[in-house]
């Protein structure tokens, strides 16, 4: 069965550093997602993602924030200046269409920022 | 997108039914409800959606009353591997792509 990819798994760096999560959704798939989870919180939506343009960003996804899908398989997210509370799980997400019910989830990157 | 009500917790007896209220009383006529799981901070996973009609999947059945305020999930025979997080979200479908909106959910345990 077709699955979203995250890498890396856990991701460890230094306040002020850049950080890109990377996923692969599944390959037909046209809309793209990403997600975050502080630790003990609930799952937050950040952006959605069509045709090479965010759809809908969250107030969460600032000028720090950026997506882009720059091959036909990947999606990444970056974080430009990472901040102590980026600290979090990191969830992509992909759905056929922006009507299907559906969206697949990755399993996570646990990004940590020390 | 409405917002819904959960229990914060259940437990459930491994081979019984898991009956998993919602409350969603603000609910309007184009918003479907959908439930997701989430196994251990592993990434959420789809189980079932609706509209108005009650429905069914290989993983749960979905009531949802004549008035929509409120939705049942049922699994039919839960085992140790439906411990989880049941989240009810309610949302329009949108043809920019789907915000899902995540409340606290109902942590379900299921025990031998």
């Known amino acids: 069965e077709p699955e979203v990819t995250q890498t890396p798994s856990h991701q460890v760096t230094q306040m002020g550093q850049e950080v890109i999560l990377r996923c692969v959704p599944i390959s037909n798939h046209l809309y793209f997602y990403w997600y975050r989870q502080i630790l003990g919180q609930k799952v937050e939506f950040l952006v959605s993602?069509?045709?090479?343009?965010?759809?809908?960003k969250s107030e969460i996804f600032d000028d720090q924030f950026s997506v882009e899908r720059p091959d036909g398989s990947n999606f990444t997210l970056k974080i430009r200046s990472t901040k102590l509370e980026d600290s979090a799980m990191y969830f992509c997400?992909?759905?056929?269409?922006?009507?299907?019910?559906?969206?697949?989830f990755g399993p996570g990157t646990r990004l940590t920022v020390t | 997108d409405a917002k819904t009500t959960q229990p914060t917790s259940m437990d459930c007896a491994e081979g019984r039914a898991a009956n998993l209220p919602c409350n969603h009383s603000?609910?309007?006529?184009?918003?479907?409800v959908y439930w997701y799981r989430q196994i251990h901070s592993q990434g959420p996973q789809y189980i079932i959606h609706g509209l108005k009609n009650n429905e069914t999947n290989e993983m749960a059945s979905l009531i949802i009353t004549e008035d929509r305020k409120s939705s049942t999930l049922i699994l039919p025979h839960a085992t140790l591997r439906d411990t989880a997080v049941y989240y009810c979200i309610v949302s329009r479908i949108k043809a920019a792509g789907n915000k899902l909106t995540f409340g606290g959910g109902t942590r379900v345990l299921v025990k031998p």
């Open positions: 603000t609910i309007s006529g184009n918003e479907y």
């Open positions: 997400a992909s759905s056929l269409t922006g009507l299907a019910y559906e969206q697949y």
């Open positions: 993602f069509y045709n090479n343009e965010i759809s809908e």
